[in-house]
């Protein structure tokens, strides 16, 4: 069943400069919606439950896509709990509150896969949500999405909202962090195959043991789910976004090599961790709505390294490394 949304219905992207929000903006733009709402943080800070609620009262937006979190790979999550947690709470509980509060009929809000148990039988279904323990490494992070999760199940119970949790499997694209000491594992391998094949290097660290195996989403296919579940008749509960297959890092990392041409070894540096060993989500419950990724890994990567390059601004080195790594993570941040 199909839910018509007018399209020049005020729609409101928050996190539109990070990846997944800029993809959810992108996709709006191609389907003809005529009306995103969107704000930078130097004019609307997420942590400011006041500004929140005012932005709320004055804007009124008919949908929310609740894409602005705090977000960081492996050592980040292991290095900054606190901000993952605090961040992510404010976020969550102040966006969410104020959307009710302005009549806000539907959200989406964007969770992760690490909220499920980490030694959940595979592939992961919604269902398994507080079943079991859950993966130390970013489990502040996940315990944060848990409680946006739940904020969504409560507003819906108590006020009739129709607020929607959805779980991405890990994304990718562009607009990604490319920070290596915050970002995923993706784009970190293909800036560092990158950078390795320009300075002639033998060889890339990959961390861990190079066992754990992970599923990878291109981000537009994640905006794609996003906008198709808006307009969809689904008005409750949790939705696993996922490509239906993974990888091991191993097979990943040789296959960002052949991408980018780095012809040299891996070196797997097992001082870092491996995190959970398998994150395959199911799919089925998309399937039933008609929903399926269409971008393959190997086209995936391949996008994303045309995109990397031409943030790099396509020059025989990264330019001004530090410079753009940190402009990419401040956006991935919100
Ligand atoms: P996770 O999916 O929450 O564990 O987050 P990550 O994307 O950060 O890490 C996924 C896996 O890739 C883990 O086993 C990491 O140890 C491994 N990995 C290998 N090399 C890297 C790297 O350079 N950066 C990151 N972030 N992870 C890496």
Redesign the pocket.
């Known amino acids: 069943m199909n839910q018509s949304i007018d399209r020049d219905a005020p729609i409101y992207v928050a996190g539109n400069r990070g990846m997944v929000g800029s993809a959810i903006v992108r996709r709006l733009h191609t389907l003809g919606y005529t009306n995103i709402v969107t704000r930078d943080r130097a004019s609307l800070d997420l942590l400011d439950q006041q500004a929140v609620r005012r932005f709320f009262r004055e804007e009124r937006p008919a949908c929310v896509f609740l894409a602005a979190a705090k977000v960081?790979?492996?050592?980040?999550?292991s290095t900054y709990p606190a901000d993952f947690i605090y961040n992510n709470l404010l976020i969550e509980t102040n966006v969410i509150h104020a959307a009710k509060e302005a009549g806000v009929d539907k959200l989406i809000f964007l969770g992760s896969s690490?909220i499920y148990p980490r030694d959940c039988p595979q592939p992961i279904r919604e269902e398994y949500l507080l079943t079991g323990p859950l993966?130390k490494?970013?489990e502040p992070y996940a315990i944060a999405k848990i409680a946006g999760i739940k904020l969504c199940e409560s507003y819906n119970r108590q006020y009739g909202t129709h607020y929607i949790s959805l779980m991405p499997t890990?994304l990718y694209g562009p607009n990604d962090n490319y920070d290596?000491q915050t970002?995923?594992?993706?784009p970190?391998?293909l800036r560092?195959a990158h950078e390795a094949k320009l300075r002639g290097d033998s060889k890339i660290?990959?961390?861990?043991?190079?066992t754990?195996r992970?599923e990878f989403l291109y981000v537009d296919d994640m905006a794609d789910a996003c906008v198709f579940l808006m307009e969809s008749g689904a008005t409750e509960g949790i939705f696993n976004i996922g490509a239906g297959e993974d990888v091991t890092?191993r097979e990943?990392?040789e296959l960002i090599m052949r991408t980018v041409g780095f012809e040299g070894d891996i070196v797997f540096?097992t001082s870092?961790?491996?995190?959970?060993p398998r994150?395959l989500l199911s799919v089925d419950r998309m399937h039933m709505l008609g929903w399926r990724a269409t971008t393959s890994l190997s086209d995936g990567i391949r996008r994303t390294h045309e995109s990397y390059l031409a943030a790099c601004g396509a020059t025989s080195s990264h330019p001004d490394n530090d410079a753009v790594a940190s402009e990419l993570a401040l956006c991935r941040d919100e």
Not at 72 to 77: K, Q, R, V
């Open positions: 960081g790979g492996i050592y980040a999550n690490c993966e490494t970013n890990n290596l970002s995923h594992v993706l970190a391998l560092k660290v990959v961390w861990g043991s190079g754990p992970r890092i990943l990392a540096d870092k961790p491996d995190g959970t994150k």
